[in-house]
T-cell receptor, first 114, second 109 residues
Framework: NAGVTQTPKFQVLKTGQSMTLQCAQDMNHNSMYWYRQDPGMGLRLIYYSASEGTTDKGEVPNGYNVSRLNKREFSLRLESAAPSQTSVYFC?????????????FGSGTRLTVV | DQQVKQNSPSLSVQEGRISILNCDYTNSMFDYFLWYKKYPAEGPTFLISISSIKDKNEDGRFTVFLNKSAKHLSLHIVPSQPGDSAVYFCAADHDKIIFGKGTRLHILP
């Protein structure tokens, strides 16, 4: 039971480089989310997708784009990485109507931009 | 504007005693409140939740209390165990989940 799988687990980028963080879930969940976690800041929502074919901005969307490729996959793209985007990125998913159990999170991608 | 606030960055509790983690919120539209636990190098894991229409929910050693009039909730862990040492995030949901900044709980031997 894989749950939510994120790749890569670690990445170092130079300022200005681009990359895509991948996320896939195998629980047939409708909704998917991207969060970033910074020291002392908790988890902040970047983008989310309430269902296949839809995406919406969260609290801190600037500098990011997302694609809901299909029901399973939700990717996060940094077009031109900046040091301020150094963070740990978490993908999560949920099934509408099961909020009692909250979101299921992946294990995270630790990104360093130098 | 922080909608979910955890004002204690850290808390130390003796093993076997009660741990109480607190959380305040500002948005009266929140439907559900949740607690997540996070170990280093892992993603957060769901711990317990409570609907806004209830004032208490219990699951084993974990109990969450909700005081809507005060816009306050708390997580009680009894008895505290070494494996409870982690960061605990309070979260609240209306159409998406908003997280607090977390409280690091240390269980002392």
């Amino acid at each position: 039971n894989a749950g939510v799988t994120q790749t890569p687990k670690f990445q170092v980028l130079k300022t200005g480089q681009s990359m895509t963080l991948q996320c896939a879930q195998d629980m047939n969940h409708n909704s998917m989310y991207w969060y970033r976690q910074d020291p002392g800041m908790g988890l902040r929502l970047i983008y989310y997708s309430a269902s296949e074919g839809t995406t919406d901005k969260g609290e801190v969307p600037n500098g990011y784009n997302v694609s809901r490729l299909n029901k399973r996959e939700f990717s996060l793209r940094l077009e031109s990485a900046a040091p301020s985007q150094t963070s740990v990125y978490f993908c999560a998913s949920s099934s509408t109507g099961t909020l009692n159990y909250g979101y299921t999170f992946g294990s995270g991608t630790r990104l360093t931009v130098v | 504007d922080q909608q979910v606030k955890q004002n204690s960055p850290s808390l130390s509790v003796q093993e076997g005693r009660i741990s109480i983690l607190n959380c305040d919120y500002t948005n009266s539209m929140f439907d559900y409140f949740l607690w997540y636990k996070k170990y280093p190098a892992e993603g957060p894991t769901f711990l317990i939740s409570i609907s806004s229409i209830k004032d208490k929910n219990e699951d084993g050693r974990f109990t969450v209390f909700l005081n809507k009039s005060a816009k306050h909730l708390s997580l009680h862990i009894v008895p505290s165990q070494p494996g409870d040492s982690a960061v605990y995030f309070c979260a609240a949901d209306h159409d998406k989940i908003i997280f607090g900044k977390g409280t690091r709980l240390h269980i002392l031997p």
